[in-house]
Antibody
């Protein structure tokens, strides 16, 4: 069974930092692009970042470029999101998702999410 | 960036009736490999998103055949036949053709009357 479990969310002050983790199981982690998608309170879904299987390519939504860094550890089957210079508008539930393979297409499995609250 | 526009944003439906959600993209979603990367997701209250449909019309495993996707180019539709109580939630379309960024529609809230 495919499982993705996020952790690391919490309350942080404006300008602060937080590191989210996503621990996965039930599939060959190193074979998939992985990503983060967020959802602000009572709002829709917004893609945040993706990372290629070997970590050689990373892509970000413009609003987080230069502040957030996506990374992965294939030996630990884990995905990370380092978030710096946090702003109130970064307040959201952050979902880890299995982002892509040619066989399974985009975003077929999601975690339960972890809430990040940035206080001003 | 590709803008995804859903309509309606709110959809009250009587149990057993059909529901239809439209999704329009600001650019043609046919990729250079010939595939159209248009997905549909369901998000029930308090839950994570769940993918229902990929590449316009392919149902994910475990998704009831009451759900069907169709369309091409810039116009896409999710149809739900014989709506059940468990179908209540918000539905999103998403394009994976012109990235980054991957973009979602605003969401359509389906409520059971």
């Amino acid at each position: 069974e495919v499982q993705l479990v996020e952790s690391g969310g919490g309350l942080v002050q404006h300008g602060g930092s937080l590191r989210l983790s996503c621990t996965t199981s039930g599939f060959t982690f190193s074979s998939y692009w992985m990503g983060w998608v967020r959802q602000a309170p009572e709002k829709g879904l917004e893609w945040v970042a993706n990372i290629k299987q070997d970590g050689s390519e990373k892509y970000y939504v413009d609003s987080v470029k230069g502040r957030f860094t996506i990374s992965r550890d294939n030996a630990k089957n884990s995905l990370y999101l380092q978030m710096n210079s946090l702003r109130a508008e970064d307040t959201a539930v952050y979902y880890c998702a299995r982002a892509f393979s040619y066989e399974t297409d985009y975003f077929d499995y999601w975690g339960q999410g972890t809430l990040v609250t940035v206080s001003s | 960036d590709v803008v995804m526009t859903q309509s309606p944003l709110s959809l009250p439906v009587t149990l057993g009736q059909s529901a239809s959600i439209s999704c329009r993209s600001s650019q043609n979603l046919v990729f250079s490999d010939g595939n159209t990367y248009l997905n549909w997701f369901q998000q029930r209250p308090g839950q994570s998103p769940r993918r229902l449909i990929y590449k316009v019309s392919n149902r994910d495993s475990g998704v009831p055949d009451r759900f069907s996707g169709s369309g091409s180019g810039t116009d896409f539709t999710l149809k739900i036949s014989r709506v059940e109580a468990e179908d209540a939630g918000v539905y999103y379309c998403m394009q994976g053709t012109h990235w980054p960024p991957y973009t979602f529609g605003q969401g359509t809230k389906l409520e059971i009357k």
